[in-house]
């Protein structure tokens, strides 16, 4: 069965550093999503992306965020200058329309902020 | 702003019982509602979707209710197994692109 892939699995990077999350979405879905999951917490949604734009954002995804479709496989999460804060599980969603069809979730990067 | 609750936080049952977990939203105004399935350190593994026009979703031993007007969703979990134990999540789909997601319950079925 197709599915969502995310790389890596594990990240550790240093307050300040830029990080890079890379996910491969199922390859006829449209909608592409990144959530989050703070320990202990609800999963937190980031973003939306279809037709190479971003469709809509939460406040979290600030100006240190950003995400691209580099090419027609890869998706990937941006963080510019990490916090402490942004640790957490990414999740990569996909979807194949964005309104009434299941969302797909890859099985997540941890990010630890150090 | 959506909010999503889900009762109980935990549930611990013998193998073979059959268990209804709950989930309820402040605003009605939904497109779909989707119950995933979280194990530890894991992905989300989506286990129903209903959409906003549907009152129930069917898949094996698991059934989904949604009464849009109450903002009330319960799955359904019959003759329960180890297997089951897991976290389950819901979360609701307003208008636009994002799911909102309940706190989860997590589900210990024991031998």
């Known amino acids: 069965e197709p599915e969502v892939t995310q790389t890596p699995s594990h990240q550790v990077t240093q307050m300040g550093q830029e990080v890079i999350l890379r996910c491969v979405p199922i390859?006829?879905?449209?909608?592409f999503y990144w959530y989050r999951q703070i320990l202990g917490q609800k999963v937190e949604f980031l973003v939306s992306?279809?037709?190479?734009?971003?469709?809509?954002k939460s406040e979290i995804f600030d100006d240190q965020f950003s995400v691209e479709r580099p090419d027609g496989s890869n998706f990937t999460l941006k963080i510019r200058s990490t916090k402490l804060e942004d640790s957490a599980m990414y999740f990569c969603?996909?979807?194949?329309?964005?309104?009434?069809?299941?969302?797909?979730f890859g099985s997540g990067t941890q990010l630890s902020v150090l | 702003k959506q909010e999503v609750t889900q009762i109980p936080a935990a549930l611990s049952v013998p193998e073979g019982e059959n268990l209804v977990l709950n989930c309820s939203f402040t605003?009605?105004?939904?497109?779909?509602l989707q119950w995933f399935r979280q194990d530890p350190g894991k992905g989300l593994t989506s286990l129903l979707l209903?959409?906003?026009?549907?009152r129930e979703q069917t898949s094996g031993r698991l059934n989904a209710s949604l009464d849009k007007s109450s903002g009330r969703s319960t799955l359904y979990i019959a003759a329960s197994q180890p297997g089951d134990s897991a976290t389950y999540l819901c979360?609701?789909?307003?208008?636009?692109?994002?799911?909102?997601f309940g706190t989860g319950t997590s589900l210990t079925v024991i031998p």
């Open positions: 969603a996909s979807s194949e329309d964005g309104y009434n069809e299941k969302l797909f």
């Open positions: 992306f279809y037709n190479n734009e971003i469709s809509e």
């Open positions: 390859s006829n879905h449209l909608y």
């Open positions: 979360a609701v789909r307003p208008p636009g692109n994002q799911f909102y």
């Open positions: 605003d009605s105004a939904i497109y779909n």
């Open positions: 209903i959409q906003s026009s549907q």
